[in-house]
Structures are given as structure tokens and as C-alpha cells.
């Protein structure tokens, strides 16, 4: 303490900027823990239109094909491209709004009943 | 027009994260940290392959370096004296400049991902000035490989859920970068001048020599 005192003394700036540095470094380290213990127990998204079924089923930790079913969605196409949301309510005619409600519906389903 | 965006990373997954990656360093105002979070989420949902996603943020950055440097070095003094006509890009430029002077190698690493505002600017200031490309070329690969290994691997560690993802990246690169201004300012603190003097001829009631004894 006394030597970082005479070195405030000799170099004030310098100094001072390793001290700020210091306090930076432990900020975003608490914020790391923080974060770290945050995100631990919030796993789950909410649901988005441009998300694939695979990614929302990846969020929840549900099985994709069991939440098709679940959902009432098509199977992924043999060797098609992942649609998200959007697009498999746009090939239905529909408001993605209904799409997602019935995805939202499917996943508090599997999650009571697993 | 990031959701739009977004909704368009499983359709033409690796082409859109190249350009993303391309164009930002480029310096045009794209989220690609963002489109390379949510790549490494669709990679977690089997939606893409991790890879190929890697591989194709890396290709994309690396192209958009290699566009600026060589940018720099064909058009060089007349590109950058248009370019510092704006207050904002002269000060930013200014700083890439004298980053250049003092350290190319590590300047350009780190500006590929610790502070990557700077990046395109060191593409440019470091073709302008004919900095050795395959100098330019060895740090700017690494540090995209960083770049790159970081946001789509959080996204893949994350499943997708990019505001955990950039949390946690935002966190860890604050604690990177403020540990590696602890040491360069606690080394040039505790080895200025000033404080060799002082272990020399200590004060009276002054403070002991920091390292003695076991």
C-alpha cells in the first residue's frame, strides 16, 4: 500500500491508470459470474419467426421431430433446406402469429407431459 | 432488418455468413457478430454444419481483409487523404496508424477481434504504408480464425440464444482486454524510471524492495 502510495506520488497518471485498469479488468470479471449464474438458469428463447423448429427445440431441450408433431408442423423435406417459422406459415397461408402460438401450445405440452 | 436477416441464415446459411463477414471488414454497418451468433445456434440445432459455418465466417473476413490492403495499396496516399476529410474516420484512422508504426503484428491480430472498429482501418493504413503482406496476411488469418472461433462457437455453446452469447462474449473480451491493459501498464509502472530509482535508494521510511528474499 505504501509503495503504490510513493509510486502515486512519482507517476500520478500512470498511476491512476493502472488502478482504473484494475477496476475494469474486476468489473467485467463480475460480470462474467454474473452473466455465467444468469444465463445457467434462463436458458429458454422465446419463439421468432425466422427460428427453425430445430431451433427452438434446441432451446428448449425438446426433441424437433417430437415438437412437429406436437405442433402440428410438416417433417423436414429428405434433403430439403430448415424453413423458419415465417416461411412454413407463408407456405400454409397463415399468420405466423398462429404458427408460433401452436409452437408455444406444443412446447408447454411436451414439457407437462414429457 | 436484422430478423429479416436472420430468417435468411438457414436458407443460404455459409454464403450469407461469408458476406456478413466480408462486408464488416469492409467497415459497412452489418451484424455480423450477431449473423455469427445465431450461425453457431443453427449449427446446435443441426441446421448447418459448425465447420462449414467456421469456415465460411474465416473465408468471408480473411477475403475483406485482403480487399482492403490491397485497397490501401493501390489507390495508398490519395485513398486516405479523401478518407480523413471526415472528422470520426481521421481519428480512428490516426489511431491505426500509429498502432501500425509501433506494433504491425500484434495491431493487426488484435484489431480482428479485441477491437475490431479498427480492423478495416488497419486493412487500409496497412496497405497504404506497403506493410509486408505476408505479414499482414499471417496475423489478419489468426485473428479472424479468433474472431470467427469466438462468436460462432459462444452461439454453438449457447444453442442460439445470442443475448446470453454476446453477453458472455462482451464480458470475456472487457476481462481480456482489461487484464492486458493491467499488465502492459503494470509493467511500465513498476519498470519506469522512476520506481528502478526508488529500489535503488530507498526512502528512509519508503517502501522495500519488491522483490527480495524467497
New interface residues.
Partial sequence: M??LL??WR??PV??T??LL??A??L???G??VV??AY?AT??E?PV?????V??V???WGLD?RALDAAAGLPPPEERG????L??IARDRGVPVAEVIAEVRAAIATLRADP | MTDWLLALVPQYGLWLLAATTFLSCLALPIPASIIMLTAGGFAAAGDLSLAQALLAALAGAVAGDQLGYWAGRGLGARLLSRLRADPGRDRLLARADALMDRRGLVAVFLSRWLLSPLGPWINLVAGSTRYAWPRFTAAGVAGEGVWATLYVGAGHAFAGNVQAASDMIGSALGLVGGAGAVVALGIWLFSSPEARKRRQRPLPAGPRPPISGP
Avoid: I
Wanted: hydrophobic share 40%; proline share 10%; net charge positive.
Fill in positions: 505504501t509503495r510513493t509510486l512519482a507517476r500512470l498511476t491508470a493502472f485498469a484494475c475494469v479488468t468489473f467485467f470479471a460480470r462474467l452473466y455465467t444465463w434462463h436458458r428463447l421468432e419467426p425466422w427460428m427453425t430445430g431451433y427445440a434446441r432451446s424437433p433446406r430448415p424453413k423458419p415465417a416461411e
